[in-house]
């Protein structure tokens, strides 16, 4: 792996903004990291040759308080370098349905695709998949949050990975598995 740089960056313009529209769950899958292919930096292709498409599992966001954070960490001692990828979001209003499901992504080590509201789709747990963390919250007023705050984190050797837009919903790849409104 080549180390040395090959490019520069000028200031770009303001025409970006911040947050995440949605994210979507997938069942872990290994073949996923061996089988992968992009091209100019971007996933094109999650499985080379799927039988069946991956279920992704949508939960659509609004408002702020949803965030994405990559963090690198390297130790020139042990000369090491890996990423902590950190994804917080608010699902409002409690349900049991809801609930179920939340607490099977605790338990599994899901692949997480965020999508922000600039067009970019991002894969967290390419490799190891996330963990996933959630707190059940109601207020103590009634204009307090009802709802899940979800902590979703992934260590991986590089920052996540842009995926190609097509590639959610395209039924040779992915499944979107639209949530219900409860």
């Known amino acids: 792996m080549a180390c040395d740089l090959s490019k520069g960056r000028r200031e770009p313009c303001k025409d970006s903004v911040g947050g995440i529209k949605a994210f979507y769950f997938a069942n872990f899958n290994a073949s996923i990291f061996n089988e992968f292919t992009e091209t100019e930096g971007i996933i094109d292709n999650l ?3 799927p039988t069946t498409p991956i279920d ?10 949803h965030s994405l954070e990559d963090a690198n960490e390297t130790s020139s001692e042990n000369g090491t370098s890996f990423v902590t990828s950190t994804l917080t979001a608010i699902v409002k209003k409690l349900d049991a349905a809801t609930r179920e499901e939340l607490q099977l992504a605790t338990f599994g080590r899901p692949h ?3 999508e922000d509201y600039n ?5 967290l747990g ?5 963990d996933v963390q959630v707190n059940q919250v109601t207020g103590g007023a009634m ?10 984190t992934a260590k991986e050797r590089q920052l996540s990975r842009f995926v ?3 590639i959610v919903g395209d039924d040779s790849q992915t499944s979107v598995v639209e949530g219900t409104t409860i």
């Open 47 to 49: 499985l080379s040759s």
């Open 56 to 65: 992704l599992y949508k939960y659509e966001l609004r408002d702020g308080g």
């Open 112 to 114: 997480v695709i965020v």
């Open 119 to 123: 067009g970019n789709y991002l894969l």
């Open 126 to 130: 390419l490799e190891n998949g996330c």
């Open 143 to 152: 204009g307090d949050m009802s709802g899940y705050n979800l902590t979703v």
């Open 164 to 166: 190609d837009p097509t």
